[in-house]
């Protein structure tokens, strides 16, 4: 079974930096797209950034020039890299996976992980 886990969230001052990171597990033979979300409370969860395998980026017009994500291939892994934190990031934050196919040749689309909460205090 694939599974993305997250980890690296927790609380920071404004103007702070939290490093994320999410590992693919199981038996796995691409991972496609790799991209973060993140939803605060009363809202719906928005885009973050993403990433392709060629390592193509995009990010939110409000995360731009202060965050960074990077994915390691070998190991499964993406990162997310938040730097210059504000209030307006506190959020939960989740890994995502457009598609992922396995060594037995399954794919899966669109994985999460469970989430990590990330608090910026003013």
């Known amino acids: 079974q694939v599974q993305l886990v997250e980890s690296g969230g927790g609380l920071v001052q404004a103007g702070g930096s939290l490093r994320l990171s999410c590992a693919a597990s199981g038996r796995l033979l691409r991972i496609y797209g790799m991209g973060w979300y993140r939803q605060a409370p009363g809202q719906q969860r928005e885009l973050v950034a993403t990433?392709?395998?060629?390592?193509?980026?995009t990010y939110a017009d409000s995360v731009r020039g202060r965050f960074t994500i990077s994915r390691d291939n070998a190991k499964n892994t993406v990162i997310l890299q938040m730097n210059s934190l504000k209030p307006e990031d506190t959020a939960v934050y989740y890994c995502?996976?457009?598609?992922?196919?396995?060594?037995?040749?399954?794919?899966?689309?669109?994985?999460w992980g469970q989430g990590t909460q990330v608090t910026v205090s003013s």
């Open positions: 990433i392709t395998s060629g390592r193509y980026t």
């Open positions: 995502n996976s457009d598609r992922i196919v396995t060594l037995d040749l399954r794919t899966e689309y669109q994985l």
